[in-house]
């Protein structure tokens, strides 16, 4: 619950009614609530001894952090409690020496003149000392009563300000090279992070810690050790998109920790106060969260006075009831997977998708699927199929993992540069040759022989984006291509768009080497750039060829979203089922307005397990299993199958 509050409004927290507060949140089957001790603007909500000055000027109820705890605790709510890390509005000003600086020496965020508290701070400086005085005076303050601490922008940026000049200096770091120093700025942050848990740690062993950063990727598991859980923030109505949480929540899932999503009530994202999203967006929001066993989490602000906006908790209400009810069934479990994706994001970068991943994980999520992603590091073993995006090229030992992986006979599925070496070869395993980037492009897929099911026999359809060159044996090429007549290029054109095919000698498209299939072309970032079907349709028989039995197939349309869990204490897995279709009806942002209610859907399951009974819950609805398929006869946006073995 965000309180990020100018110092130009009166009477802060003066209607702030501590029974009321912890009413309106147990009435909306909220668990935990986070509430604030330090905000963006750089105030203080409780009464301060050691930075007095930093106690919000216009605070009425100068006790509000630790009365909103104590009322939370009285009503069986847990409270951990937000910090701001490095965002704070008025150290910004007041302090320029702890200010982030840029490569030319300005700092980041707009500047003082403009509205905005985006300037961030550096904790390689005396800013770091003052965050740890500023977090035991909290740890004190609510003694026993501490449930938690949540920092909050704790993000990887390269800084060049004098404190991380002279620490990049003494380690014989080029401070001219970005890439090297945002490394050092990964170590500096992990560093912090580590420093901090010891610290809270001192005056509790088991409280929640969470450093956030708008994102969980390769960019945390370095640090993950000082985490106690994951927060997956994710406002799909905001700069995320709905289609961030799949692939942030795909891959934390793989670091071992506990995880919640984290969206917003509003209807855009943070500070966006008198909106409220719609019902079944939010229903959507938080029941995909559950399906993948997460936890739930949606952020509200609270209004200045200091109370809480019933409309916006009657709807978090309507939303977390139904989820309470279900959450036996989600949570604790462990997802059900048959494939991974692999993921090129960096390291030491927070907000970089890679095109790929993106592209990948919607074709995979249409398919009804089961995967995880991994980074270059992660166990292929456990997985039937692995398939390796187009930009994918980790920095060693992968190579020779993969090979091994399908010496023993694991599927593969591979696009255009993935893994192509510095000295441009491809792994062995994919049983092709790389010849070069096609400069003949776009050019065409044939829709000849086994990758053509429900293509148009004999069509040529065109791939977009650029392609390699490959050598491969004949009877190893499984999907062949042509050339245009020509390259789009200078004065050389034909028609609006691109040259068509010259109908010449057919060159390979995709090898298939075994139970490696490989693909000449980016497929993946091709479906994310515009999601022509044919590119989903030729991994789905790519799919087919390698994996027959899938664990799930369904009849449904393309925008049934299906997750497999296992609770295999209650001898059981669950099959979660998702209708719920963002419709792009703005500029700038997806809507889902109702639900899609979709009926008679046959589900057929292969899973690890043979199930004996399938029972629609919280329903307690018994559904006939025939041969392993099962028949709902409505998905109101949300359904689950509870599937005994
Ligand atoms: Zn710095």
Redesign the pocket.
């Known amino acids: 619950m965000d309180f990020h509050t100018s110092e130009h409004i009166p009477g802060v927290a003066a209607q702030f009614d501590p029974k009321a507060f912890a009413k309106t949140v147990k009435d909306a089957h909220i668990s935990s609530v986070t509430v604030f001790a330090r905000c963006h603007h750089g105030w203080l909500y409780y009464q301060s001894a050691q930075f007095p000055e930093l106690v919000h000027p216009n605070l009425q109820n100068r006790n509000l952090l630790v009365e909103q705890v104590k009322a939370l605790h009285e009503a069986g709510v847990r409270a951990p409690v937000y910090i701001t890390v490095q965002w704070d509005y008025h150290t910004a000003t007041t302090k320029p020496e702890?200010?982030?600086?840029k490569l030319d020496g300005s700092h980041e965020g707009g500047p003082f003149t403009e509205p905005g508290f985006y300037q961030s701070l550096?904790?390689?400086?005396g800013y770091f000392d003052f965050l740890k005085a500023h977090t035991r005076e909290v740890c004190e303050l609510l003694g026993k009563d501490l449930d938690g601490i949540f920092f909050d922008i704790v993000g990887i940026?390269p800084?060049?300000?004098?404190?991380?000049?002279a620490?990049m200096k003494q380690q014989g770091i080029n401070a001219a090279s970005e890439e090297e120093v945002r490394a050092f700025?990964k170590t500096?942050l992990t560093r912090f992070k580590r420093n901090m848990t010891e610290l809270v740690r001192e005056y509790s062993k088991n409280c929640t810690i969470f450093y956030n950063a708008g994102h969980i990727g390769p960019c945390t598991r370095d640090s993950a050790g000082a985490y106690t859980h994951f927060e997956l923030e994710s406002l799909p109505s905001g700069s995320w998109g709905y289609q961030h949480f799949p692939v942030t929540a795909r891959y934390a899932r793989k670091l071992g920790l506990d995880s919640m999503g984290m969206t917003g009530k509003f209807h855009t994202e943070w500070g966006d106060f008198h909106s409220l999203k719609n019902k079944a967006a939010l229903e959507f929001e938080c029941f995909r969260m559950l399906s993948y066993g997460f936890a739930c989490s949606i952020g509200d602000q609270l209004e200045p006075r200091g109370v809480l906006n019933p409309a916006t908790y009657r709807l978090i209400g309507s939303v977390y009831g139904p989820i309470e009810e279900r959450e036996p069934w989600a949570r604790p479990s462990a997802p059900v997977v048959e494939a991974a994706l692999l993921t090129s994001e960096p390291s030491t970068a927070e907000s970089r998708m890679p095109e790929d991943v993106m592209g990948g994980a919607q074709i995979l999520e249409e398919l009804a699927i089961q995967f995880d992603i991994l980074d270059e590091t992660m166990d292929l073993e456990p997985y039937k199929l692995v398939l390796i995006p187009e930009n994918f090229r980790p920095s060693g030992g992968f190579r020779e993992k993969l090979e091994r992986f399908a010496a023993k006979g694991g599927a593969v599925i591979a696009c255009g540069k993935a893994l192509l070496s510095s000295g441009n070869t491809l792994p062995s395993c994919f049983g092709a040759e790389y010849l070069g980037d096609n400069e003949l492009f776009p050019d065409f897929l044939i829709a000849e022989g086994e990758l053509a099911k429900d293509l148009e026999e004999g069509n040529e359809y065109v791939i977009y984006k650029q392609g390699v060159r490959i050598k491969a044996d004949n009877e190893k090429t499984i999907l062949w291509a042509r050339s245009p007549y020509f390259a789009r290029k200078g004065g050389m054109f034909c028609s609006h768009r691109y040259t068509p095919s010259a109908g010449g000698t057919p060159y390979p498209g995709a090898v298939k080497n075994g139970k490696v299939l490989y693909f000449s072309h980016p497929l993946f970032t091709q479906y994310r750039h515009n999601a022509p079907r044919w590119c989903k349709t030729l991994i789905s028989n790519a799919i087919d060829l390698l994996l027959p039995k899938r664990l799930v197939r369904h009849n449904g349309p393309s925008t049934l979203a299906v997750s497999l869990l296992e609770q295999s204490e209650k001898q059981r897995y669950t099959a979660h089922f998702l209708s719920y279709i963002p419709v792009r009806k703005s500029a700038s942002i997806d809507i889902i307005e109702e639900r899609t209610v979709l009926r008679d859907i046959t589900v057929e399951l292969n899973l690890p397990k043979a199930v004996r009974k399938a029972i629609l819950v919280p329903e307690g609805k018994e559904l006939p299993l025939k041969a392993g398929s099962v028949t709902i006869p409505v998905i109101d946006g949300y359904a689950i199958l509870e599937l005994l073995y």
Not at 98 to 101: A, K, N, Q, T, Y
């Open positions: 702890w200010l982030i600086r550096c904790v390689n400086t940026r800084c060049w300000c004098a404190s991380c000049r620490g700025a500096v």
